[in-house]
């Protein structure tokens, strides 16, 4: 077993998910911000207001997904 190096996944497709059941974290500075919206409190943010959100967990989201269509993915194993 390797204790070493790094592994990049590349994932292309589409997942249809209700937004209610999306969760996106806020990564910003401020604190007044709620750390935590679903896909209907992001797609009311503006497109400046977006960037400072990424997505919870993937998992979650391919786990709760209605429809996940997968058109390619690629494992590249890369060794240190």
């Known amino acids: 077993?390797?204790?070493?190096?790094?592994?990049f996944i590349d994932?292309?497709?589409t997942v249809e998910i209700?937004?209610?059941?999306?969760r996106f974290m806020y990564?910003?500075?401020d604190k007044k911000v709620k750390p935590l919206i679903n896909g209907c409190g992001?797609?009311?943010l503006s497109d400046d207001d977006k960037q400072w959100y990424i997505l919870e967990?993937?998992?979650n989201i391919l786990d709760?997904?209605?429809?996940?269509?997968?058109?390619?993915i690629v494992i590249?194993?890369?060794?240190?």
């Open 1 to 7: 077993m390797l204790d070493f190096g790094k592994m």
């Open 11 to 13: 994932l292309t497709g």
């Open 18 to 22: 209700d937004p209610r059941k999306v």
């Open 27 to 29: 990564i910003g500075a």
């Open 42 to 44: 992001y797609i009311k």
């Open 57 to 59: 967990s993937i998992s």
């Open 64 to 72: 709760e997904a209605d429809n996940v269509s997968w058109e390619e």
């Open 76 to 80: 590249e194993e890369v060794n240190l």
